[in-house]
Every structure is written in C-alpha cells, then in structure tokens.
C-alpha cells in the first residue's frame, strides 16, 4: 500500500495531478476542492494516498489531510459507492461536516454530493454511524456541532496562536485545535499539551 506520497507538483489539472517520485511521473486523482488547495506546479507537495485495486487497473487517490483519506476509505466500503462517488462526496463536505452529517441523519447535507440521492445518503447513514462515531473526524463533528461555545472560548483562540507562534501554519493549528475534545475546564496550556501530543502523530 502506498500510503503517503512527496515530491515536485509537475501538473495540475481539475481532477487529478503529477508528481515527480524520483524521475517518476505519478497520476494522482483526487477531488477538485482539494487539488485547489495544493501548491502552484513546481513546488515541493506530499500527499495522503490510497491505492485502490481492480481486476485490470491500479488508480491512486491523493488527499492534503489524513482525515480525507480516511474519509475515502471508509466511503468505499458501502454499498454502491465506488471511488468516484466518495470523491464526490469530498468535494461536497469535509470530513468533519461529513461526519456530523451522518450522525444527525442529516439526508439534506449528503444530497449535496453529486450523485448522492436521497436513498444513498439513507445507506450511507445506516452503514456507517457506528464507524464515524468511533473515528478520529468525529470529534471535528463535535466542533461543528457547537460552534458557539468554542467561538467564545479566548482558551481555544489563544492555543491556536501559539501554535502559529511555534512555527505550525494556521490551518494546521486549527485543525489540530478542532480535533480536541474541548471542555470548560481546558485552559491554553492544556489545550497546548493535547494539540502537540496530536500534531506528533501527524
């Protein structure tokens, strides 16, 4: 399995991209939102990937975040969803808002995707709430959920800028901020030491 790929970006098209593994031109699929987020081509880039296997092709899928491509394997193990549809489905919604999806039963989001009718966003649902409830995207679920009450936290702000400060990039930081199990108890030290702890297993 191909699990992580890094090299020079050589091409960008809207659905998939080229990178050069050691003089070696690697396709790599993926959705448009997340090709859009990459450097322009000529820059460094590494990707999360999944190899997927058929009888007669071998087709890479390349994601910036590890929850992306945890996302897409899990897509694909349901019923009806091939690769192409879970792409779909990422380009709709990340994975946190994904994931909050599918444990509120909320049909409506997941219609979002092309593709995605009202009977699949239902086998979606039913086949997958207890894995997402047990994944690690949920708790950016729980983020989502109750956005007012992180907005208001100075504690949650404040760990977000120190890890800015400590040289992580600000998407980084916020994403590894949102992927805590916030409580009123945490204070910017704590909430420092969780993000850290997270951020080294990245």
Known sequence: MIARVSGKLLQRKNDSVVINLYGLGLRIESAPRIIAQLPAAGEEVTLYTHLHVRENELTLFGFNLEEEMHLFSLLITVSGIGPKTALQILEALDPGSFALAVLQGDVTSLTQAK????????????????????????????????????????????????????????????????????????????????????????
């Open 115 to 202: 593709g995605i009718g009202k009977k699949g966003a239902e086998r979606i649902i039913l086949e997958l709430k207890d894995k997402v409830a047990k994944s690690e995207f949920a708790a950016e679920a729980e983020f989502l959920a109750r956005p007012d009450q992180f907005a208001a936290s100075s504690a949650v702000k404040d760990a977000v800028n120190a890890l800015v400060v400590l040289g992580y990039s600000a998407k980084e930081s916020e994403t590894a901020i949102k992927s805590l199990s916030v409580t009123e108890d945490d204070d910017v030290e704590s909430l420092l030491r969780k993000a850290l702890r997270k951020l080294s297993k990245w």
